[in-house]
């Protein structure tokens, strides 16, 4: 039962093969943990989400050259790994390493076996090969399937009989040593991406931002187009359009596996030549750079005012695939052929709560390409001493054309969908994750009483309370820590002046200069001012010491946090 699956382990001592389950012999099995698939694909993904893992060697490297210089890729996995697992689905699926068996000794042990066993024997191995086709080829769907998403999207049509495994390879990020061209598409896209942000911030004005984030035409939207607060926020809503320019590249080159069919038309053909064309000339000089050890940091800080030869082709491409109208099928357009692949995931497919923060990040990057192509056209007109209609109608014409709803383009079919994908996901009742028994809660696999909540509230206030005392005040358990007159203190909420606080309030009366307080108490102890400085003539702070402290800090604030947020009510 559930209950006994809960409490099923699986080896991971090596043991001796397991009668009745079936040994595998091409496991692949992580270095840094247990983790065993049997998919080389699986494994670089593993590897890459869970341990951060990338090729240490040097980027513009050919293989090659580095089989010439004798280097060998360094895997975190090893391959060939004896393997079993007790069931093919649910709880214990995973598979676990055992000893290895040779094929002599395998048939002799099967031959030593009863003939039913025998029998056994066979049947789970055709059923574990069916189950494992069945999850990795994409079978298409029934007529009488309720599935409104997939229904609406037509993945499932269009994406039969393919597999997964390799469709995600397909648009997985390119390992340097042996896709170098993949990797100046890939770096590439990324740096236009950044340099059409800038451009959004520093180079157009508000008319021009208003007009690039309108759905229809003749729209009056009273919010601008915004740029990402964070850098770390813009690489990841840049990935989409990387992971589209894999596909392309991909599945434009000569290849064994079968992949979905999509035809570029004219247009585009001609700027996907262009893109490969660059490509080729900035992984060729980056591999140059890298035989002649010159150092690449000083051009990747360098701050350019246009764009290289190879953004201005991914931007002509990108361009070229918005700017196609649909005349029958939308799948007449690569952009939403290429994206139906990021649907796809290893067991299924991104639904309705996952999909459409995808579908957000391609609509915002679209409209910052948009700006950064209305730019080029008026930098391209003024250099021609051409009389232009300028920026902002360039991005005006842009967007009526393709870039709103009833221009039949693939932007209509990204924003009707994340429209339709939204409406699914805040109309369906989420997933049942807690429960009650009497006086004990149930939150999906964790079981606890009220007197265990009420214990860990008690347990967090106080750690939260030592932390305050012990390291983030100083205060010894014979000492009290400055008094707060909680009963007379005041606020002044017409005060929005930034930074100030009830704290500032002048009638409040304070036991101590806040300001000062601790900064005098560590001056007067002389084992806290060693910590926090580093000795010699002149006083230096230890940056380690301050560093570990905010810490501290960052941990007390956290646990009070959560300390509000649970009594708040009370």
Known sequence: NDADLEQLIIPTNIPNPIDNLVVYHDGHQCERCHYICRSKLRMQTHCRQEHGWVNPQRRGHTMKNQRRMGVEMERSWKEGVYCQRFFTTGHGQGFFEVQPVDATEENAMEASVPKWDQARIELSRTWDAIKEREQRIIQEGFGNEVNPWLERTGWQSYLAGLDRDQLLHSIAKPDPEEEPIAVAIWETMGELIRFCQTSVIDRVGSFVRFDAIRTEKHQ??????????????????????????????????????????????????????RVVEEANLVAEEKERRAEEEEEEEEEEDEIREELTDAQRACLRFCMALLDQAVNRHEYESPLVCAMAVLGVTAGGWKGPDQYPPHLSAMIKVNRFMVVQQALELDAREKAQGVHGVGCIQHVHEMMDRFMVRGSHSPMQWM????????????????????????????????????????????????????????????????????????????????????????????????????????????????????????????????????????????????????????????
């Not at 434009?252 to 053909?269: A, G, I, M, V």
């Not at 909680?486 to 606080?501: F, H, I, K, V, Y």
């Not at 007067?524 to 910590?531: E, F, H, P």
């Open 220 to 273: 009056t939207r009273y919010q601008p187009l915004k740029p990402y607060k964070e850098l770390p926020e813009l690489e990841r809503n840049s990935r989409p359009w990387q992971e589209i320019l894999m596909f392309i590249t991909r599945t434009q080159k000569e290849h064994t596996w079968k992949s979905p069919e999509y035809e570029l038309n004219q247009r585009q053909t001609r700027a996907w030549s």
């Open 415 to 570: 924003l009707d969908l994340r429209t339709y994908g939204l409406k699914i996901h805040y109309n369906t009742t989420a997933e049942g994750n807690v429960d009650w028994m009497r006086d004990r809660i149930i939150y999906k696999k964790v079981e606890f009483g009220m007197a265990d909540f009420r214990g860990m509230v008690h347990g967090l206030a106080a750690e939260t309370q030592r932390i305050l005392r012990d390291d983030l005040m100083f205060v010894s358990d014979d000492q009290a820590m400055p008094a707060i007159p909680w009963d007379t203190l005041r606020d002044n909420p017409r005060n929005n002046q930034a930074g100030w606080s009830f704290v500032q309030d002048e009638r409040n009366a304070w036991e101590v200069d806040g300001e000062w307080w601790l900064f005098n108490r560590i001056g007067q102890n002389a084992r806290l001012q060693r910590r926090f400085s580093q000795s010699g003539p002149e006083f230096r702070w230890d940056r380690n010491a301050v560093e570990e402290y905010m810490a501290r800090v960052v941990e007390f604030r956290e646990k009070l946090l959560a300390l509000i947020h649970i009594t708040g009510g009370c």
